[in-house]
T-cell receptor, first 117, second 110 residues
Framework: EPEVTQTPSHQVTQMGQEVILRCVPISNHLYFYWYRQILGQKVEFLVS????????KSEIFDDQFSVERPDGSNFTLKIRSTKLEDSAMYFCASREARAGGFRNEQFFGPGTRLTVL | DAKTTQPNSMESNEEEPVHLPCNHS???????IHWYRQLPSQGPEYVIH???SNVNNRMASLAIAEDRKSSTLILHRATLRDAAVYYC???????????FGQGTTLQVKP
């Protein structure tokens, strides 16, 4: 069964450093998402991406964040200068495109645990 | 974005059915009702979704009220592996983003 994969599973970085989190969505999917979950809190939407551009973003997704689909398979989230409060699990998700509304599900990856020291 | 309301927690005994309720009184005519769950230390996982009619799949059943202002996720025989946080969500925005609430934490007792 196809699945969303994410690398690395755990990333430790120093405050102020740049990190890139990588995701490989399911191959025929056209909608891509990033979510994050701070320990003990709820899952939060960050950004959605379609047709090679950002479609929607939340207030969390400020200028420190960027997303890219550098080739036909990868989808990346970059945090330019990490802060302590960026420590969280980051989940990538993808969804197939179907006509007629949001009638199909998102598939989530296993997540990358980001620890900022 | 239409909001959903779920109980914070529920308990069930293993091998018994579980009915997880969700209220979505501000739902619009085109909103789909999605259910996801998150097992401990894992990413969210799709469970089931529907629009108007009741739905069944290998994981669960979804019963949708006639006025669509509420729905119920039914696990026919709960197992210990079903212990998770269950989220009822109405995907929204241009791309069907998921806005997670606190969900219902389901405990399954042996």
């Amino acid at each position: 069964e196809p699945e969303v994969t994410q690398t690395p599973s755990h990333q430790v970085t120093q405050m102020g450093q740049e990190v890139i989190l990588r995701c490989v969505p399911i191959s025929n999917h056209l909608y891509f998402y990033w979510y994050r979950q701070i320990l003990g809190q709820k899952v939060e939407f960050l950004v959605s991406f379609y047709n090679n551009e950002i479609s929607e973003k939340s207030e969390i997704f400020d200028d420190q964040f960027s997303v890219e689909r550098p080739d036909g398979s990868n989808f990346t989230l970059k945090i330019r200068s990490t802060k302590l409060e960026d420590s969280a699990m980051y989940f990538c998700a993808s969804r197939e495109a179907r006509a007629g509304g949001f009638r199909n599900e998102q598939f989530f990856g296993p997540g990358t645990r980001l620890t900022v020291l | 974005d239409a909001k959903t309301t779920q109980p914070n927690s529920m308990e069930s005994n293993e091998e018994e059915p579980v009915h997880l309720p969700c209220n979505h009184s501000t739902i619009s005519g085109t909103d789909y009702i999605h259910w996801y769950r998150q097992l401990p230390s894992q990413g969210p996982e799709y469970v089931i979704h529907g629009l108007t009619s009741n739905v069944n799949n290998r994981m669960a059943s979804l019963a949708i009220a006639e006025d669509r202002k509420s729905s119920t996720l039914i696990l026919h025989r709960a197992t210990l592996r079903d212990a998770a946080v269950y989220y009822c969500i109405l995907p929204s925005g241009n791309t069907g983003k998921l806005i997670f609430g606190q969900g219902t934490t389901l405990q399954v007792k042996p």
